[in-house]
């Protein structure tokens, strides 16, 4: 298996612009998760899916960011408008059955968003 | 609140000699799991090893090891025989009962030649 796939690798914008990332997961995970990483927070869940159904939204940080799941093999995470507070390195991330049962998170290699 | 604490931000060793990273964490759960995931400089995170609660047994995957000591909620890491491949951000973590996994902040280690 490929591994869970995300695009783009890096992308700059300038505030006020769309930006969508994608995520491709391993094939017959149930669960996608998204998180963003800075240095000043870590790494934080924004949104997590089970079987294409969003289960808990808590971290999505406010109204301008949205996840959807449309199918087993894809989702997206939209930030619209993106402002500079917004640059992170966000992943995605992908498991057959949950942390809380041990499953182990498959990470894709992150998307490094600016913006400007 | 669950947490999970790392409290050593980096940490530099000699190549083919050990480090031991500290993690503690706060739950009130009876049974969880406890992980640690490297980052390398690629950014792509990757399992190192996990521990589930209930075994008393310290989990052990090649030159990684780990301590673990549930009454004093402590999860420590140990390399082992450190490579310069080895050299990463590594991350203690655990859903605990939920299905969101708390990281710590991050240890940076690096193995010099």
């Known amino acids: 298996d490929a591994g869970v796939i995300q695009s783009p690798r890096h992308e700059v914008t300038e505030m006020g612009q769309e930006v969508t990332l994608r995520c491709k997961p391993i094939?017959?995970?149930?669960?996608l998760f998204w998180y963003r990483q800075t240095m000043m927070r870590g790494l934080e869940l924004l949104i997590y899916?089970?079987?294409?159904?969003?289960?808990?939204d808590s971290g999505m940080p406010e109204d301008r960011f949205s996840a959807k799941m449309p199918n087993a093999s894809f989702s997206t995470l939209k930030i619209q408008p993106s402002e500079p507070r917004d640059s992170a390195v966000y992943f995605c991330?992908?498991?057959?059955?949950?942390?809380?049962?041990?499953?182990?998170?498959?990470f894709g290699e992150g998307s490094r968003l600016t913006v400007l | 609140a669950q947490t999970v604490t790392q409290s050593q931000p980096e940490m530099s060793v000699q190549e083919a000699e050990t480090v031991t990273l500290s993690c503690t964490y706060d739950t009130s759960e009876n049974n969880y799991y406890l992980f640690w995931y490297k980052q390398p400089p690629s950014r792509q995170m990757i399992l190192v090893i996990r521990q589930e609660a209930y075994k008393q047994q310290n989990a052990t995957e090649n030159r990684f090891s780990v301590n673990f000591q549930k009454a004093a909620k402590s999860f420590s890491l140990k390399i082992s025989d450190s490579q310069l491949g080895d050299t990463a951000m590594y991350f203690c973590a655990s859903p605990f009962n939920d299905y969101k996994l708390s990281f710590g902040a991050g240890t940076t280690v690096t193995v010099r030649a």
């Open positions: 899916f089970n079987n294409n159904v969003p289960i808990d």
């Open positions: 991330a992908s498991s057959f059955y949950p942390g809380v049962q041990g499953g182990e998170l498959f």
């Open positions: 094939s017959g995970h149930d669960y």
